[in-house]
């Protein structure tokens, strides 16, 4: 995301979704949204999609006032290949997977502000055409400034 591999000005449009939320400071939020937009010929657009912090109708129940950046965990099911090749191994299973075989992974994720991608999108030099919210994520379209 930080050093995408397209020529500048290749794209009428692009997409980033669920990604740059993943970036830890800042700094490297803009640097990849200054990326993406050196991408786009002039006039193109870019629809970007971030994870909220304003989540309270969600499973997740983050409000306004939670921290903006967290752990989230994600589980890997097994596969039913790899359940059988466990059973044929001798491991038990204990209805839907085998006792340990599932793994927990931890990914990082800034939860956005309301209004907070908007200002990164004018700091990485793009100018925001139409932003909302939807189903627990802010959005926003931007073009590079002239």
Known sequence: ????????????????IAAVHHLSTPGRRIEAIISILDTLKPGGKVLIYVWALEQESSRRGWTEHDEQDVMVPWVKRESKKERRAAAEAGHKPDGQSIDGCDKTFHRYYHLYRKCE??????????????????????????????
């Open 1 to 16: 995301m930080l050093d995408l591999p397209h020529h500048s000005h290749s794209f009428d449009f692009a997409i980033s």
């Open 117 to 146: 991608l908007e200002h990164d999108v004018q700091a990485a030099g793009g100018e925001v055409v139409e932003a909302g919210y939807e189903k627990d994520n802010w959005w926003a379209v931007a073009t590079p400034n002239a």
